[in-house]
Nanobody, 124 residues
C-alpha cells in the first residue's frame, strides 16, 4: 500500500502563488508517474500536470506558463508551484501516483493511488 499526503492549499488572491506538495510513503514500491488533478464544484476531475520518474513533464493547456511541476525522487515527493493564479483555478487539488509494487514473489504489479485532496481558493 502507498499513502499520499498533500499539503499547501489555501486561500490566495488572484495573481498570487501557492505551492502544493505531495509525499508518497509505503514499502516495496517505486513511482512511475506522479501528478496533480483538480476538481472544481460541479465539474469533473481534470488533469493539471504530471511528471515521470525520469523527469518528463506534461501540462494541461490552461496552466502552461503558470504552473510548474517537479519531483524529488529521493523523497518520493511531487510539488506543484502555482503562479499567476486565477479565480477559475479554484478547486480541490488531488495528488495522483502510478506505482509499481513489489510482490513477495519478487514480481511487480502496477497500481494507482490518490491523495485526500487539498483545497485551493483564489479570490478575485
Amino acid at each position: 500500500q502507498v499513502q499520499l499526503v498533500e499539503s499547501g492549499g489555501g486561500l490566495v488572491q488572484a495573481g498570487g502563488s501557492l505551492r502544493l506538495s505531495c509525499a508518497a510513503s509505503g514499502s516495496d514500491f517505486s513511482i512511475v508517474t506522479m501528478g496533480w488533478y483538480r476538481q472544481a464544484p460541479g465539474k469533473q476531475r481534470e488533469s493539471v500536470a504530471s511528471v515521470t520518474h525520469g523527469g518528463s513533464t506534461n501540462y494541461a493547456d490552461f496552466v502552461k506558463g503558470r504552473f510548474t511541476i517537479s519531483r524529488d525522487n529521493a523523497e518520493n515527493t511531487v510539488f506543484l508551484q502555482m503562479s499567476s493564479l486565477k479565480p477559475e483555478d479554484t478547486a480541490v487539488y488531488y495528488c495522483n501516483a502510478e506505482v509499481l509494487i513489489r510482490r513477495f514473489s519478487g514480481t511487480y504489479y502496477q497500481a494507482e493511488y490518490w491523495g485526500q485532496g487539498t483545497r485551493v481558493t483564489v479570490s478575485s
